[in-house]
């Protein structure tokens, strides 16, 4: 019988396998996983901050009482810095190291996703705005948390267009 901790990493795993690495697998080769990965996450970065501001300058909250967001938008800040860090460790043909790194991250982050959306269902009231940008800021966070885990393509070989035809010198090679 497997525990609690297993059968979350291993829903982590099949979500990884079966969702995101074919998904992974399709994009264009110009554009790999990583790279849009990383884009989603500066982007949940620039989200979580809108939804701060509007809660500071719609008057909802003082900047003393948003200073628990604030903190954990700097915490998303340092989290994207320390990835784009090891993101050079992600080379094409090999493993992704990131895939092991990030276990436990990916199944946290999965149930913030579900807690935003809970809050956001349930809010009411001018602080709804806020919560829909807290969501998505969320769901962009765990969809470019799950993309930078996923394995890199192999490097494509390139074919040569003209081919090289070669013929036997005259006489050719005598043993």
Known sequence: MSTFV?????????????????????????LPAAELGMSLQLGAIVFFFSAIA?????????LGSSMFNILNWVLFVAFY?????????????QANP???????????????????????????GPLMLADLFV?????????????????????SRRTSK???ELRPIMGGLRD
């Open 54 to 62: 509007i809660l500071v300058f719609s008057g909802q909250v003082s």
């Open 6 to 30: 297993e059968r979350v990493n291993q829903a982590d795993l099949w979500l990884l396998d079966k969702v995101f690495q074919p998904a992974s697998d399709r994009l264009p080769e110009r």
């Open 135 to 155: 969501m998505i800021s969320n769901l962009i966070f765990v969809i470019g948390l799950y993309l930078v885990s996923c394995q890199p393509r192999p490097p």
């Open 81 to 93: 810095l320390a990835v784009m860090k090891m993101r050079a460790l992600i080379r094409p043909g």
């Open 98 to 124: 990131l895939r092991s790194f990030l276990l436990g991250m990916r199944p946290l982050n999965v149930v913030w996703l579900v807690i935003s959306f809970w809050s956001g269902i349930t809010g009411t």
């Open 162 to 164: 003209s081919r090289v």
